[in-house]
């Protein structure tokens, strides 16, 4: 498998775990919401950057959440392609 397929495999399984935990913390109720596997989080990225033509005016910024479900879903992931490989061949 190209190393390309396997960064993109990995990639999404962290944002499908991060989205997977920002739904649970949506849906459970507040007495589930003081585990520590919620109250963790880290955000990354940068802040907006502003393009201003004549034409239009384009602002751009990208932010990441990191979570415990983030590395779940990046261990489960890993896993996948791990037995994958391992028992293809």
């Known amino acids: 498998m190209k190393i390309s397929t396997w960064i993109i495999i990995l990639v ?3 944002l499908i ?4 935990g920002e739904i649970l913390r949506l849906v459970l109720p507040e007495k589930f919401l003081n585990a520590a596997v919620f109250k963790n989080y880290w955000t990354t990225g ?3 950057l ?3 033509a004549k034409i239009m005016s384009v602002r751009f910024s990208i932010k990441i959440l990191i979570t415990a479900f983030s590395w779940i879903g990046l261990f489960f992931s890993a896993l996948v ?3 994958k ?3 293809n061949k």
Do not use: P, V
């Not at 775990?17 to 997977?20: E, K, R």
């Open 12 to 14: 999404l399984g962290f």
């Open 46 to 48: 940068f802040s907006n």
């Open 17 to 20: 775990g991060t989205t997977i």
């Open 85 to 87: 490989e391992t028992f």
């Open 50 to 52: 502003y393009i201003d």
């Open 81 to 83: 392609l791990l037995l």
